[in-house]
C-alpha cells in the first residue's frame, strides 16, 4: 500500500516538476513553476484556476449554441433573361349545376339521372354537355330566417353530394369545354392538349394549364422571356351563372398558381377573381432551400405533391381516431368512412380535431420540403361594361335587397348568363429570387472557436495537446517499467 502511494507521489511530482511544468505553452503553469515564494505561486495559482473557469464557460456557452444548429439565410436575386413559366389551375366557384340538385339529392348517378334523354348512351362522356335545357327555377329566399334555411340545405345538399362516387360528382359539375372560352400563350393560341383535368372537393372540376407529369418528362418547357400583360397566359373563361346553385355563396374562379410538377391546393393558395370583370396576375417567382435535421426547419426532401398528401393522411388519421369518420373535404383515401355534415356530433368533432391540430395539442409529423417554389401573386381587377351595368341594375331594382341570394335577379337581365371573365397571367419581373439557409457555423468555424477560446484563456494550441499527450505518454512508460522492476 505504502509501495503504491509512492508510485503515485512520484507520478504528481514529475507532472509538477520545473522540467514538465516550466516548459508548458500555458503561461500561468509555467510563471507558476517559475515563482520563488509562496504569495506568487498563490498568484499564479488563482490566475490558472480563473482561467480554466472563463475558458470553461466560453466554451459551454458556444457548444450549447452550436448544438442549437443555427442557420444563416443567403438571399439572392438571379437577373435572369427568361424563366420558366408556371402552371395555372382554373376552378369555377360552383361545384354543382343547378339542373343537376334533384339528382343528387336522390343519390342519381349522371346515367341514372338522365336516362331517356336523346343523349343518354353507354359510351357517352363523363363531361357531355347537357344541350337546350332551361335551368330550373332558382327558390328566392327572403331575409327572415334566411341564414339557418341556408346552412339546413346547404348541409343537406353536400352530404348528398359527398355520397356519390367521383366519377359521378365529376359529371354533376360545370361542362369543361364550357370553362374555357378562348386561350393564348405568348400570342399563341392554345388548344385542349395544353390542359389537364383536375377535380377539386370544394370547387368540383378545375383545368390546369402547363401541367407537367412524370410521363412528361420530354415535355417542352413553357418559358416567357418578357414581363407585362402583352405576355404570357391570356384566358376567357365562363361562369355560367344561370347553373349556379343556391347554396354556392359567392359567384366567381379560383386561380391557383403552383409549380408545373405539381398539383394545386386551391383551398390553401389561391385566389378568387370575379365575374365579369378584367383580371391581371402579376407574378414574382421565389424559391427556397432549406436545411434537414439536425438543423431547425427539419425539412424533408418530398417527392412531388408529398408535403401535402403528408398532412391529408395526417389529418385524416387524427380524424378517424377521435371521430370515427374524415373530413368529406379531404380527399378521402381507401376504407375511410366521410363525416356526415347533418350529424352535429360529426361535424363538431370535425372542427375539434381542427383545433388540436392548430393549438398544437396533436402534431402532424410533417416537416417543410427542402426545396420549394414559390409564387408571390399580386391581383387586379376591372369592371367591364356587363358588370358596371349589373351593379346599376342592382341600385335601381328595389327588389333586388329583399332577398337573401341576390343572383335571382339575373332572369331579368338580357344575356346575364353570357357572364365572361378576362384573365391575364405574367411575370412583373424575370428576376427569380432564392432564399437558401446554410449553417451558421462550417468545421473549420467551429475549431477556430474552440481553439480561439483556449488559447485566449489558456494559451493553448494544438502543439500544447501535442506536448501534453508527449507528458502522459512518458507518463505511462515510467509506471509499466515500474511495474516490472517490482516483479
Known amino acids: 500500500m505504502e509501495h503504491k502511494k509512492s508510485s503515485l507521489k512520484e507520478d504528481a511530482q514529475y507532472l509538477m516538476s520545473c522540467e514538465a511544468i516550466g516548459t508548458s505553452s500555458v503561461h500561468s503553469l509555467s510563471r507558476l513553476s517559475q515563482a520563488k515564494s509562496c504569495g506568487n505561486q498563490v498568484f499564479w495559482v488563482v490566475v490558472f484556476v480563473v482561467s480554466v473557469c472563463g475558458c470553461v464557460y466560453q ?4 457548444l450549447q449554441v452550436y448544438f442549437q444548429y443555427p442557420v444563416l439565410t443567403d438571399l439572392e436575386v438571379h437577373r435572369g433573361k427568361a424563366t420558366e413559366f408556371p402552371a395555372v389551375t382554373v376552378c369555377n366557384l360552383n361545384k354543382i ?20 334523354s336523346p343523349w343518354h348512351r353507354a359510351d357517352a362522356p363523363w363531361f357531355l354537355k347537357i344541350l337546350g335545357g332551361t335551368p330550373p327555377e332558382r327558390p328566392i329566399v327572403p331575409m327572415t330566417g334566411a341564414t339557418s334555411t341556408y346552412n339546413a340545405a346547404a348541409k343537406n345538399l353536400l352530404s348528398s353530394y359527398f355520397n356519390l362516387d ?11 369545354e364550357d370553362l374555357i372560352q378562348r386561350c393564348s400563350f405568348n400570342s399563341v393560341t392554345c388548344d385542349s392538349k395544353d390542359f389537364a383535368y383536375f377535380y377539386s372537393k370544394q370547387y368540383g372540376n378545375c383545368l390546369t394549364f402547363n401541367r407537367q407529369t412524370e410521363n412528361d418528362i420530354n415535355t417542352k418547357h413553357r418559358i416567357v422571356k418578357r414581363t407585362g400583360p402583352q405576355s404570357g397566359l391570356e384566358l376567357a373563361l365562363e361562369a355560367e351563372l344561370s347553373y349556379y346553385s343556391p347554396i354556392t355563396p359567392s359567384t366567381g374562379f379560383r386561380v391557383i398558381i403552383h409549380s408545373p410538377q405539381e398539383d394545386p391546393h386551391p383551398s390553401r393558395d389561391g385566389v378568387n377573381i370575379p365575374v365579369g370583370s378584367e383580371s391581371y396576375l402579376s407574378l414574382v417567382k421565389t424559391s427556397f432551400h432549406r436545411l434537414p435535421s439536425p438543423y431547425r426547419d427539419v425539412c424533408k426532401n418530398y417527392p412531388p405533391n408529398g408535403e401535402l398528401n403528408c398532412i391529408n393522411d395526417c389529418l385524416q388519421r387524427v380524424s378517424m ?9 379531404l380527399v378521402t383515401r381507401p376504407k375511410t ?6 350529424n352535429e356530433t360529426q361535424t363538431a368533432c370535425m372542427s375539434r380535431v381542427l383545433d388540436l391540430l392548430s393549438s398544437k395539442v396533436t402534431r402532424c409529423d410533417c416537416p417543410l420540403s427542402c426545396f420549394s417554389t414559390e409564387y408571390d401573386v399580386l391581383l387586379q381587377s376591372m369592371a367591364t361594361n356587363w358588370t358596371r351595368y349589373l351593379r346599376h341594375f342592382s341600385d335601381d331594382t328595389a327588389q333586388f335587397g329583399r332577398y337573401y341570394d341576390p343572383r335571382v335577379c339575373w332572369s331579368y337581365i338580357p344575356n346575364a ?10 411575370f412583373r419581373t424575370l428576376d427569380h429570387t432564392t432564399h437558401a439557409q446554410k449553417p451558421m457555423y462550417s468545421d473549420s468555424e467551429f475549431f477556430s472557436h474552440l481553439g480561439g477560446q483556449m488559447s485566449l484563456w489558456l494559451g493553448l494550441s494544438f502543439i500544447s495537446f501535442y506536448e501534453f499527450s508527449e507528458k502522459l505518454f512518458i507518463l505511462m512508460i ?10
Not at 381516431?321 to 373535404?329: I, K, R, S, T, W
Not at 348568363?417 to 405574367?426: A, F, G, Q
Open 478 to 487: 515510467r509506471r509499466a517499467l515500474r511495474r516490472r522492476f517490482s516483479e
Open 166 to 176: 367521383v366519377n359521378t360528382r365529376r359529371c354533376y359539375g360545370h361542362s369543361l
Open 97 to 116: 349545376a343547378a339542373n343537376n340538385i334533384e339528382c343528387v339529392e336522390k343519390n342519381l348517378t349522371w346515367f341514372q339521372c338522365h336516362a331517356g
Open 417 to 426: 348568363d353570357r357572364s365572361e371573365t378576362k384573365l391575364k397571367v405574367y
Open 59 to 62: 466554451v459551454n456557452s458556444f
Open 321 to 329: 381516431e377521435l371521430c370515427g369518420c374524415v373530413d368529406p373535404f
Open 337 to 342: 368512412v366521410p363525416c356526415n355534415l347533418i
